[in-house]
């Protein structure tokens, strides 16, 4: 196996949803661990990649300082995660067009993402307890992040069932954590 050189990050052959599956204990290919965690892949670059084990499954890279345009992709597609105003779209590449946007306009430690098919999740993010998660309207937790670091943050993300039915898991989760490091 080649040694991953953080310039030039490559996206293995385990898609996203794959990677839920290995953390529900469905199935697990030889030598793949089913937690994800999301690591940056250098001390002064804006490039992140969600693993599972040692094993990146996604990558995204932040361009710009303050509220920065995010591109995300895994074996499942590619999506950018751009501000306008006090909201982010979030928009997919291949076909272009406009999957959610989120409002973050209600609080400094969180919105509300509004797919464009008329679902609504909520993103809620404590700093200072190193916690974020998106939840239903209704409460129920779906993706969870446990985070910590100033220079190199970094990330355990916990996919719960409710997380493990979305079919817009992959964007998703880079959403969460571009909104992490990026946007609160």
């Known amino acids: 196996?080649?040694?991953?050189?953080?310039?030039?990050?490559?996206?293995?052959?385990?898609?996203?949803?794959?990677?839920?599956?290995?953390?529900a204990g469905i199935r697990k290919p030889a030598g793949v661990s089913g937690e994800l965690s999301c690591v940056?892949?250098?001390?002064?670059?804006?490039?992140?990649?969600?693993?599972?084990?040692?094993?990146?499954?996604a990558a995204l890279q932040l361009s710009g300082?303050?509220?920065?345009?995010?591109s995300a992709t895994t074996d499942d597609g590619a999506w950018f995660f751009e501000p306008v105003g006090r909201s982010i779209v979030v928009r997919?590449?291949?076909?272009?067009?406009?999957l959610a946007t989120v409002d973050?306009?209600?609080?400094?430690?969180?919105?509300?993402?509004?797919?464009?098919?008329?679902?609504?999740?909520?993103?809620?993010?404590?700093f200072w307890k190193g916690r974020a998660e998106f939840q239903t309207p209704s409460g129920d937790p779906?993706?969870?992040?446990r985070f910590r670091g100033w220079f190199r943050p970094r990330a355990e993300i916990d996919i719960l069932e409710r997380g493990r039915q979305l079919p817009e898991l992959a964007w998703f989760t880079m959403l969460g954590w571009a909104l992490i490091v990026g946007y609160l």
């Open 92 to 98: 997919s590449q291949h076909p272009l067009r406009e």
């Open 142 to 145: 779906v993706v969870r992040f």
């Open 1 to 23: 196996m080649e040694p991953m050189i953080a310039e030039r990050v490559q996206t293995r052959r385990f898609r996203l949803l794959d990677a839920a599956a290995l953390q």
């Open 104 to 126: 973050l306009s209600f609080s400094d430690h969180g919105g509300i993402v509004r797919l464009s098919d008329g679902r609504a999740f909520l993103f809620s993010s404590d």
């Open 65 to 70: 300082l303050f509220r920065p345009t995010v």
């Open 40 to 57: 940056k892949s250098g001390f002064l670059d804006n490039r992140y990649e969600i693993r599972t084990g040692d094993r990146p499954i």
